[in-house]
């Protein structure tokens, strides 16, 4: 393996150190911009990387490129027409550069798809798995980190930096170890299995720790599609294995039902009571209540769009700091596809779009992993946000449309 992509494999399999570090530094009160740092690096080792290797003439380069370009001159307009001072073009360009991750990522990958195809490229998300888990739970274990949500006990994150990313983190983390899992039965060795079944009760248990209800309601409905796909859909196992695999499943999640009771029902109780007091604080609004309030900010945000600026603001977008410092409650959708109209314009969600929509088609060729991944962060951007924009799930969304260009068999098992 090239020395280069094994430097990738490195950068982007160790980033859950880098975001819990800098989680710490922050809590500690240091200001050490770690996570910046780190991001500038990856992006710097992509981009010499990406120009190093050449551009194949593919439709897949034009839209990459496309996306690239318009990035940049909705960034250069936007600084102009809106008269961003120093500070703005800084906080847009970082923002720019978390949206910029999740395209050069798979764009490397493509370029080197024949070198990666005989690597574990799956090894990395283990790793990024095996570090969420450790992350979490050696900090709980010693009293020491940061509850999920400021000024409750409600959920605990470690030094993790944000809710919503270190969530998707245990979301991706758990699927993707629950299929290796299932998948693993016959082709590895029992000491193996048990380790990455362990792993994946970790993954359960950081879902829950978490105390989202997101996280919590996916990690249940993970753990009973992978039971039913095993039991019913696998057909590289026999009968009588499946059903002591069964018989040792149940025995471990009773034990483990039996023993956490107390725990379990503490950390439930406190999402219930979270769940109660923010219905209680909308009144009883189910829309707000569902959607966490994100149905208020997009209408502030339909309004700033609508009634300020011109067709170049409306083309090419308010960018971030604007929005910031005046768009109030529609600053932040968190809605991913409603972030990209409002931060990028018409033009840069049409380019994302294009960009997505051939990841989509690919996805939907290959019909892996990847491809059920790609979907849920896809749909968990869409409807709860922070994928696109956020420097630790757009590295995970990078590597997941990455891995649609190297696996080749289908999710559905052939005798």
């Not at 780190?38 to 990406?50: D, E, S």
């Not at 888990?133 to 900090?139: K, Q, S």
């Not at 919590?216 to 294995?241: D, E, K």
């Not at 945000?301 to 170049?312: Q, V």
Request: charged residues 10%; positive net charge.
């Amino acid at each position: 393996m090239l020395k280069e992509t094994k430097i990738f494999i490195f950068l982007f399999a160790i980033f859950p150190i880098v975001d819990a570090l800098n989680g710490f530094v922050l809590s500690a009160g240091i200001n050490l911009p770690i996570g910046v740092a780190y991001r500038l690096v990856c992006i710097g080792f992509l981009v010499f990387q990406i120009a190093r290797k050449g551009f194949p003439k593919k439709l897949y380069t034009v839209l990459s490129v496309g996306f690239l370009f318009c990035g940049i001159i909705s960034l250069f307009i936007q600084t102009i027409v809106l008269q961003n001072d120093l500070s703005g073009l800084l906080y847009d360009l970082t923002n720019m550069t978390k949206f910029f991750l999740w395209m050069l990522i798979p764009y490397y990958v493509y370029q080197r798809a024949d070198v990666l195809k005989k690597t574990s490229y799956e090894k990395i998300f283990l790793t990024i798995s095996v570090l969420f888990t450790v992350g979490l739970l050696i900090p709980y274990v010693l009293g020491i980190g940061n509850q999920t949500y400021a000024g409750s006990d409600a959920g605990y994150k470690a030094f993790f930096f944000a809710n919503n990313d270190t969530t998707i983190g245990f979301i991706v983390s758990a699927t993707f170890t629950g299929w290796y899992l299932f998948r693993q039965t016959k082709e590895t060795k029992l000491w193996t299995r048990m380790l990455v079944a362990l792993l994946y009760l970790g993954n359960l248990l950081g879902l829950l720790l978490l105390g989202t209800k997101t996280g919590i309601v996916y990690g249940v409905i993970l753990t009973i599609v992978l039971l039913l796909r095993f039991f019913f859909f696998q057909n590289r196992v026999g009968t009588v294995a499946k059903w002591g695999i069964g018989a040792v499943i149940i025995a471990v999640l009773a034990l483990v039902v039996i023993q956490g009771k107390a725990f379990i029902l503490e950390t439930l109780s406190g999402l219930l009571q979270r769940l109660t007091y923010f219905y209680n604080l909308y009144n009883g609004d189910l829309v707000r209540f569902i959607t966490s309030s994100r149905s208020e900010f997009l209408d502030s945000a339909f309004h700033s769009y609508t009634y300020s600026g011109n067709l170049m603001t409306q083309l090419f977008g308010y960018g971030f700091s604007t929005r910031v410092a005046t768009w109030g409650l529609g600053d932040l959708v968190e809605m991913d596809f409603f972030d990209v109209f409002f931060s990028l314009g018409i033009i840069g969600l049409i380019v994302t779009l294009g960009l997505l929509l051939f990841f989509f088609i690919t996805s939907c060729k290959k019909r892996n992993i990847y491809s059920v991944l790609f979907l849920i962060l896809v749909l968990y951007g869409a409807f709860a946000g922070h994928v696109l924009f956020s420097a630790l799930s757009s590295t995970l969304f990078g590597l997941v449309c990455g891995g649609l260009f190297l696996q080749k068999e289908s999710l559905c098992e052939k005798e």
